[in-house]
């Protein structure tokens, strides 16, 4: 299988080609570092989720997780290989390469909407309204739409009575 170095893959993200970066670790400690665009599929949701995030098969894959992770790596791409997808690469080294080579990682989920979010916010001086202040309004039934741009998954553990899902930056 092909490897990427994490100069390469730095040179990638900053081009034009399309592909896909997953990581296949679980979820927990994909968020406590990954790289920002990587998505996060982990080995044992694989069947369930990876139609759905990379739904063209013939698009380049490169695979990631620690350092360390031959094994799972290897595992992940045979079932990806199963599954009809072709051309896929590993990250040499995996994260820990990534961050050696001097390149950020990032925790967290759904980073690069939150960064843009955080971002409109600061540039646009987006105007606040604490919990306590949204209460009184929701309480003296004042005219207001609540929005939630969080994926589905966080919204349906836990939102704002009345709030509105919208999911994306």
Known sequence: ???I???SLYELI?????FSLVDL???GVFGERHLLFAVNIPLSHMEFL???LIPNRHVPIILCGKGNDEDL???GALRLKTFGYKNISILSGGVDAWEQEGFELFSGINVPSKAFGEFI???NKTPHVSAEKLEQMI???EKLVILDSRPFSEYELMSIPGGINVPGA
């Open 5 to 7: 170095s994490p100069r």
């Open 139 to 141: 309480k003296l039934e």
């Open 14 to 18: 900053k081009g034009k080609s399309e």
């Open 50 to 52: 990876v139609g759905n």
């Open 25 to 27: 670790r679980e979820d």
């Open 73 to 75: 790596i290897d595992r």
């Open 1 to 3: 299988m092909d490897k």
């Open 121 to 123: 916010e600061t540039n």
